[in-house]
């Protein structure tokens, strides 16, 4: 079943802009072909079961250290629900329902 | 100085669908008239100051309780980069930017 | 009622290693008189209400700013249970007494 | 080498208390034999390398569903430095270190 993903991915002691080693990042999750979708502070995106969403989470966390980092500091949270098949778009939209009755 | 803000909250023992309580919080969000966007895995916003960004967090954690939550687990995190003024489209864009260099 | 807060504060640019840095927070504990905790990964305090937990992780996260950082990414995770009254040592007992019967 | 580990996991719609259910998270960790420490708000472990981590990680997570969770919330956090070798509590010392001199 599809578990939803957060990945926060901070290399430490690179510089105060990140954006030119996160971009490998997000590369990987290009190259792994999943839905994705990069926000202001994180890079949600959607994987087949729990095993891939970390495969993918290493491939992205290795990048950084390929393009030279020295220290990684990454953050991948994991929304698992299994009573039912959820996508991402879903999340939103039940969120975007409810705020309508409050 | 703007700070940038991911805010994600869960209410404990309230049920396996959390979208009805959530939309309390992202209520207070409009309610404070800032910049927001919900993503799958949370929601991110900015806000004039940490001071503010906590103000705002607090209200919205509290929104929760105020619907009956008994328990309520608030991550917020902050992006407070105080070298150049940035706001959340700022950070998506240097992204996208850098992964055409990738 | 007293709050738990989980505190984990990166400063962003200032080099591999943080501790330097990251003394400056604990400090901030300190002079605030709360009990806390320092784990490899994160601090641990308690607060009387999360406004105190807010304004104790501020002074934490400008404390890095006023040692000379220009970038800081400062998560704050609250757990606020309001059905009964609990501390730290509360929750480690709690799971170590679970622990014996698994 | 060496990598750090923070584990927080959350089960949701089980009731407001977790220690229950979080046990057998902690118990797949001794069964991994890896050294760890329990805190008021995470665990922190130590894994010989990422993929480790999150091999250990997925253990935990799937032990709340085999004890029925329905919905499981987990985080993990992994420090990955690679200029030096470093353990647990060599993070907790360097900060203590780090403090007599502020």
Known sequence: MTVI??????????????????????KELQRHGVGYEVT?????????????????AEAAHESLF????KRVL???????RRDVERHMEDKVR???EALKKV
Do not use: N
Not at 40 to 52: D, G, Q, R, Y
């Open 5 to 26: 993903v957060e990945l926060s991915i901070v290399p430490i002691g690179e510089g105060v802009s990140l954006s030119g080693l996160l971009a490998h990042a997000v």
């Open 40 to 56: 202001p502070m994180c890079t949600v995106f959607e994987a087949e079961s729990l095993k891939e969403a970390f495969k993918i």
């Open 66 to 69: 390929k393009a030279g980092a």
């Open 74 to 80: 990454t953050t991948v949270k994991v929304d698992d």
């Open 94 to 96: 039940s969120l975007r």
